[in-house]
């Protein structure tokens, strides 16, 4: 079975501020690995998939890295609508989230 | 673009069977080419994936739920359905329906809350 952790669980960060997200697998899990924005009431949103593409409609400020075992997501300069739940997910024999990290 | 929403009892008992049924529009569920899934949150915890369904009928469910899960399609309706067997308190939580492209997933239902208490 193959589990994400991701670190830290939580980020204290301000705006304008850069923040760096990881998320690491306990098995080599290639770069099918995606990124999600959740706020509170809502539903998560698709940031990054295959570890560095970005969605459709994502800023430029989002961008993801990594493969094999290390993922790391990078909000360059943080607005104040980033301050959410991030949660990593991957694809293997079944499909599983990280447990997130709360950026605050 | 693509939108879906759930739908079903918000309440339910201890050992009742949890039914949700995910309305989709704005994809063909006969042409396209997707898995649909459902995920759940219990409140204020992460998200777990539950399994998903293709057009054609061919699922995959999460091991740790699939002795009481069963997933249908009705494409030619555009919905798809989810249903738990003998549920408990361990089973409360927001219920999402989601698109499943490839392994990621791309558009997302509101989520439905579903409380499970005597």
């Known amino acids: 079975e193959i589990v994400l952790t991701q670190s830290p669980d939580t980020l204290s960060l301000s705006p304008g501020e850069g923040a760096t997200l990881s998320c690491r697998a306990n098995?080599?899990?290639?770069?099918?690995l995606a990124w999600y924005q959740q706020k509170p009431g809502q539903a998560p949103r698709l940031l990054i998939y295959?570890?560095?593409i970005r969605a459709t409609g994502i800023p430029a400020r989002f961008s993801g890295s990594g493969s094999g075992t290390d993922f790391t997501l990078t909000i360059s300069s943080l607005e104040s609508e980033d301050f959410a739940v991030y949660y990593c997910q991957q694809r293997s024999n079944f499909i599983a989230f990280g447990q997130g990290t709360r950026l605050e | 673009q693509v939108q879906l929403q759930e739908s079903g009892p918000g309440l339910l008992k201890p050992s009742q069977t949890l039914s949700l049924t995910c309305n989709v529009s704005?994809?063909?569920?006969?042409?396209?080419?997707?898995?649909w899934s459902w995920i759940r949150q219990p409140a204020g915890k992460g998200l777990e994936w539950i399994g998903r369904i293709f057009s054609s009928g061919n699922t995959n469910y999460n091991p740790s739920l699939k002795s009481r899960v069963t997933m249908s399609i009705d494409a030619s309706k555009s919905h798809f359905s989810l249903k738990v067997t003998s549920v408990t308190a361990a089973d409360t939580a927001v219920y999402f329906c989601?698109?499943?492209?490839?392994?990621?997933?791309?558009?997302w239902g509101p989520g439905s809350l579903v409380t499970v208490s005597s």
């Open positions: 989601a698109r499943n492209n490839y392994y990621f997933f791309d558009s």
């Open positions: 704005g994809s063909s569920m006969t042409t396209d080419s997707y898995y």
């Open positions: 295959d570890a560095s």
């Open positions: 098995q080599g899990i290639r770069n099918y």
